[in-house]
């Protein structure tokens, strides 16, 4: 009977083991692919959505606009505060944490100042 404890107590410190190197290669390989598409972007909110923000930047010298996701996983934050979507305000200046060309929603948008709405436009 011992001899059978002590091999259940070998399985279960090997699964435990293994399982536990697979987490965290798993967790290793998720950091990665999350670093190499997020981006991190100074922003000024152009408009407020019911799910969505409408934000400009400058790029190439011209002002940009795009339209990123706002889901209940988002964290906003004003002065070190989490506030809702509904108190963002157009010319918010933030730093928006999301993934460009995916429709995915936001990471974070962390409102730091106040901006201006610009006229936004310009082929590349």
């Known amino acids: 009977m011992k001899g059978l404890q002590i ?3 070998v ?3 090997l699964f435990c083991f293994v399982g536990t190197g697979l987490a965290q290669e798993e967790k290793k390989a998720k950091e990665e692919k999350k670093s190499k598409k997020m981006a991190e972007l100074e922003a ?5 959505g019911q799910r969505t923000i409408t934000f400009q930047y400058e790029r190439k010298e011209k002002v940009r606009e795009e ?5 209940d996983k988002t964290d906003i934050e004003k002065d070190g505060t989490k506030i809702k979507l509904r108190d963002l305000q157009q010319t918010d200046k933030v730093v928006i944490e999301y993934e460009p060309d995916a429709y995915t929603p936001a990471i974070s948008v962390k409102v730091i100042g106040k901006g201006e709405v610009k006229k936004a436009g310009g082929d590349d």
Not at 44 to 48: L, N, T, W
């Open 44 to 48: 000024v909110i152009s408009g407020v």
């Open 7 to 9: 091999w259940v107590v």
């Open 11 to 13: 399985a279960f410190s």
């Open 67 to 71: 339209v990123v996701g706002i889901d």
